[in-house]
């Protein structure tokens, strides 16, 4: 197992990983208890949704997260949800996009952007 963090500046957390990046029981165990103690200090409470695969165990006795297995079979049962899903964020996405582009050519300016960029996009 590695751990590989991302910058600070960007608010990333380290993550466990295996080498061919596949996530195991152990693994799922260890970033969740990692990151437990991160949201409590910060006093947050977060729930993560999780399909059924076998990496994804009950890990118990985490203070800040909440896990929420789904049913066998939900995720074929689902799947046309996520299109509306997606559909949706593809539009808040374009919308902000068009907007923050007409605001830079307002200045005379160039807009670019980068991955950080986008999912700020995403927020706003």
């Known amino acids: 197992m590695e751990t590989r963090g991302a910058s ?17 029981a152990q693994l ?4 969740a208890r990692q990151l437990d103690p991160r949201f409590a200090a910060k006093k947050r409470s ?4 999780f399909d059924p695969a076998s990496a ?3 890990v118990g006795n985490l203070s800040a997260i909440k896990l929420l297995f ?3 079979n939900t995720t074929a049962h689902a799947q046309p949800l996520n299109q509306g899903i997606i559909c949706s964020v593809k539009q808040i996405y374009r919308k902000n996009l068009s ?16 991955l950080v960029g986008a999912i700020h996009l995403l927020l706003h």
Do not use: S
């Open 8 to 24: 600070k500046e960007l608010g990333c957390h380290p993550a466990l990983f295996t080498g061919k990046a596949w996530m195991t």
């Open 28 to 31: 799922f165990k260890e970033n």
């Open 46 to 49: 977060i729930l993560i949704v």
């Open 56 to 58: 994804h165990v009950d």
């Open 70 to 72: 789904l049913p066998p």
């Open 99 to 114: 907007r923050r582009m007409l605001i830079t050519m307002d200045h005379h300016k160039t807009y670019r952007i980068d």
